[in-house]
């Protein structure tokens, strides 16, 4: 099965970093993605780990470690746009199969204010 | 053009009626996906479809069917609505072909409301 967990509200200051924590606990785990999702708009793709350790993006950095069941998102010099919820998601892989599914945390909603 | 397309994009409905929301893509991708999202719960799988002739239930498919008509088309049909099927529905793709990385792209939306 899997658990994920993510905060429900962050907010920070325009230019600010912020760090947006996930924990799951799955089986067959086959990969970390994050998207951003604007209110009322589809989630868009932002980042996916699958292998320990740092991916950087431009301003959009994520981290997986796999052995602690953890992930975060870091935004650096945040903009008034950033506004917006953070959904991580997890892929599970079916035992004995190389198909999977993604299970989505219930996302983070960042307010970013001027 | 969006790569993902889904109709209606809103829709207001009373219980009892049957409605199906239909989802095309012009990215080529071989698998569909369609998920509901309520408020304060995220994205939950209601079907899925790796190819055309594979069809498979999410986690919440009761009370929905879907229909793969072609590579590019998956539409889900609510036989009968009900007003807790009122949610944001959403559409996306992926393509087996990118290995293990497999990401998924949403259309827009579609607001359903069932009164």
């Known amino acids: 099965g899997q658990n994920i967990d993510q905060p429900t509200e962050m907010t920070a200051t325009e230019g600010a970093i912020v760090q947006i924590n996930c924990t799951y606990q799955t089986s067959g785990f086959n990969g970390l993605f994050w998207y951003q999702q604007h209110a009322g708009e589809a989630p868009t793709f932002l980042s996916y780990n699958v292998l320990d350790g740092l991916e950087e993006k431009g301003r959009f950095s994520s981290f997986l470690s796999r052995s602690k069941g953890y992930s975060y998102l870091l935004l650096k010099e945040l903009q008034m746009k950033d506004s917006a919820s953070y959904l991580c998601?997890?892929?599970?892989?079916?035992?004995?199969?190389?198909?999977?599914?993604?299970?989505f945390g219930r996302g983070t909603q960042l307010t970013v204010w001027p | 053009d969006a790569d993902v397309t889904q109709t209606p994009r809103n829709r207001i409905t009373k219980t009892g009626k049957r409605i199906m929301l239909e989802c095309s893509q012009t990215?080529?991708?071989?698998?569909m996906y369609w998920y509901r999202q309520d408020p304060g719960l995220g994205l939950q799988l209601i079907y899925y479809s790796f190819d055309v002739k594979d069809i498979n239930k999410g986690e919440i498919s009761d009370g929905y069917s879907v229909s793969r008509q072609a590579q590019a088309k998956f539409s889900l049909s609510l036989e009968s609505a009900i007003p807790n099927q009122t949610a944001l529905y959403f559409c996306?793709?992926?393509?087996?072909?990118?290995?293990?990385?497999?990401?998924?792209?949403f259309g827009p939306g579609t607001r359903l409301t069932v009164l």
């Open positions: 990215k080529g991708h071989d698998r």
């Open positions: 998601a997890v892929r599970e892989l079916y035992r004995g199969s190389t198909l999977g599914r993604l299970y």
């Open positions: 996306a793709t992926s393509d087996s072909r990118t290995g293990s990385t497999d990401t998924q792209y």
